[in-house]
């Protein structure tokens, strides 16, 4: 089994970063000169999402050399292989989970969380999610949140069967609901993922509404939950900047 606290150890209770953490030419001034992308961009934030794991895979020595480019108090957040969620849609997926945790396990102490998002296709079912959230815990016991993509993901049932096994629902920008928009209420994770709106993944968000999104990781920081921040707006540049600012807007309330 691939083994990590769920209580997760450390000081830190927040963490905010990017779906990766190429450099835009833009942000480049605010990040140090030397060392490569992940090097530099791991001076300034403490996380990133690696969401390439969703299209291929990584060798276990990738992640090993990736883990430790960057600080010790700094964590990786990792997409669930598209092969698990889109086309086998979580049924029959024993062997390339086994591979995914085995690549992942490069990461040691510095994997964050596991990340599994669902195709809006995908509606909750009690006896495909069970099982392999139940196969999924007998390898893998520390943190992992789900951003689902469809309405039945909101409901009771689907909500009982992620507290059981201690999954943390995501809270999505843009959000298919209102519930969706807030993250699930078990678990010891707060997990946000901010797309970019109207426009996923090109839209710049104004500094109230990021100033909100600082005030809601406080909240959940006071309650004992870590909380996770990820900026996916990359395609013209604005997840650094945003994700910036938050930064500094936690800081100077800790």
Not at 17 to 32: D, E, K, N, T, V
Not at 126 to 139: K, T, Y
Not at 155 to 181: G, I, K, Q, W, Y
Request: with cysteine; aromatic share 12%.
């Amino acid at each position: 089994m691939l083994r990590q606290s769920i209580r997760m150890a450390g000081k830190t209770t927040f963490r905010i970063g990017c779906a990766g953490w190429s450099l835009p030419r833009s942000a480049i001034p605010l990040f140090p000169e030397v060392g490569s992308h992940l090097e530099r961009y791991a001076a300034v934030f403490n996380a990133v999402e690696i969401n390439s794991s969703f299209y291929r895979s990584h060798r276990h020595h990738t992640y090993a050399r990736w883990a430790s480019a960057v600080p010790p108090d700094f964590r990786f957040s990792v997409k669930l292989p598209k092969e698990i969620t889109h086309t086998l849609r979580l049924r029959a997926c024993a062997r390339p989970l086994k591979n995914f945790l085995g690549e992942i396990a490069g990461l040691g102490s510095k994997l964050g969380c596991i990340l599994i998002q669902t195709p809006p296709s995908f509606a909750f079912s009690r006896l495909v999610v069970r099982p392999f959230l139940s196969l999924l815990r007998r390898r893998y016991d520390g943190p992992a949140a789900i951003e689902p993509r469809h309405l039945t993901w909101f409901e009771p049932n689907a909500e009982a069967t992620l507290e059981e096994f201690h999954v943390s629902r995501v809270a999505s920008d843009p959000a298919l609901c209102v519930a969706a928009a807030r993250p699930g209420a078990s678990g010891p994770l707060a997990y946000f993922r901010l797309h970019g709106s109207p426009r996923m993944y090109y839209s710049n968000y104004d500094e109230n509404y990021l100033r909100g999104v600082a005030a809601e990781l406080e909240g959940q920081r006071r309650s004992s939950r870590q909380a996770w921040c990820i900026f996916d707006n990359t395609a013209h540049g604005f997840a650094i900047p945003n994700a910036l600012l938050v930064s500094r807007q936690m800081r100077s309330e800790c």
